[in-house]
């Protein structure tokens, strides 16, 4: 099946350095991907949608200067965590679409740790 | 966007059937009905999903009631490593997927 590959799995940083996160679609090619982040025993919250050769869609809170996105191919995302400071610390998730069939995987997550 | 309504956590005994219901009432005609789950620390894992007709694959069935307001997913024969957190999810306007705080499947032996 398909698979969506998220790299790092885990990070540590210090604070005000930045941290970048990439997501790719192994089998198949992905418009749009998605970006999530869960706080431990919540579920989890959609950041941002990453559409290729566009500009990223922020919901409402997330603040698109920190949390930069780019989609620059049709199989690559990535999520970079500027200035991290430990508040930023969560577990990201990506996802991205498969439209050959409309199903929505998720990579394995980065759990990012700013101390 | 539809949202979902799932009861907070259920057990269930290994080797029985888990059967987890899900609430929809506000879905609109072309809205995906998609399950997930999520066992602590990894990334969702793609379960099923469905529009009207019922659903079955390797993994469990999906019964979407005649008005789709409910589902319910099946797991056939539950094991100790189905235990997670099961996410009930209708596609979003914008193909995202909104996540609820889903039910924690506790299977038992």
């Not at chain 1, 199989?75 to 969560?90: I, N, R």
Request: hydrophobic share 35%; glycine share 6%.
């Amino acid at each position: 099946g398909a698979v969506v590959s998220q790299h790092p799995s885990w990070v540590i940083c210090k604070s005000g350095t930045s941290v970048k996160i990439e997501c790719r679609s192994l089998d198949f090619q992905a418009t749009t991907m998605f970006w999530y982040r869960q706080f431990p025993k919540q579920s989890l919250m959609l950041m941002a949608t990453s559409n290729e050769g566009s500009k990223a869609t922020y919901e409402q809170g997330v603040e698109k200067d920190k949390f930069l996105i780019n989609h620059a191919s049709l199989t690559l995302s990535t999520l970079t965590v500027t200035s991290a400071h430990p508040e930023d610390s969560s577990f990201y998730i990506c996802s991205a679409r498969d439209t050959r069939n409309e199903k929505l995987f998720f990579g394995s997550g980065t759990q990012l740790s700013v101390l | 966007d539809a949202k979902t309504t799932q009861p907070t956590s259920m057990d269930c005994a290994e080797g029985r059937a888990a059967n987890l219901p899900c609430n929809h009432s506000t879905i609109s005609g072309n809205e995906y009905v998609y399950w997930y789950r999520q066992i602590h620390s990894q990334g969702p894992q793609y379960i099923i999903h469905g529009l009207k007709n019922n659903e079955t694959n390797e993994m469990a069935s999906l019964i979407i009631t005649e008005d789709r307001k409910s589902s319910t997913l099946i797991l056939p024969h539950a094991t100790l490593r189905d235990t997670a957190v099961y996410y009930c999810i209708v596609m979003g306007s914008q193909g995202n997927l909104i996540f609820g705080k889903g039910t924690k499947l506790s299977v038992k032996p």
